[in-house]
């Protein structure tokens, strides 16, 4: 099992940046993919951007060129720099990790709120 904790999120003005982080712990060794998905209030979840152990990263369209993961494997550690907010960036966002099996964990979520 992994298990991901996330932090960073919070209220921030349009057009502000928040830095998300993502803590794994437990079998790490068999993560093959991290990465941030979101829920907003009445939609479904969906990818935000992921990041494999070498490094490849995946982002969603809407996100590109503002929203941007990264990873520390010496520290277990996922980020997610998120520029250039926007209030439709509103929602939950979740952790995810992703063994070479295809078995998925998930995070408990940390909401981010854009708003003036």
């Known amino acids: 099992q992994v298990q991901l904790v996330e932090s960073g999120g919070g209220l921030v003005q349009p057009g502000g940046s928040l830095r998300l982080s993502c803590a794994a712990s437990?079998?790490?060794?068999?993560?093959?993919?991290m990465g941030w998905y979101r829920q907003a209030p009445g939609k479904q979840r969906e990818l935000v951007a992921t990041?494999?152990?070498?490094?490849?990263?995946n982002s969603a369209d809407s996100v590109k060129g503002r929203f941007f993961i990264s990873g520390d494997n010496a520290e277990n550690q996922v980020y997610l720099q998120m520029n250039s907010l926007k209030p439709e960036n509103t929602a939950v966002y979740y952790c995810?990790?992703?063994?070479?099996?295809?078995?998925?964990?998930w995070g408990k979520g940390t909401l981010v709120t854009v708003s003036s």
């Open positions: 990041i494999t152990r070498s490094g490849s990263t």
């Open positions: 437990g079998n790490i060794r068999r993560i093959g993919t």
């Open positions: 995810n990790a992703a063994f070479y099996n295809g078995i998925n964990y």
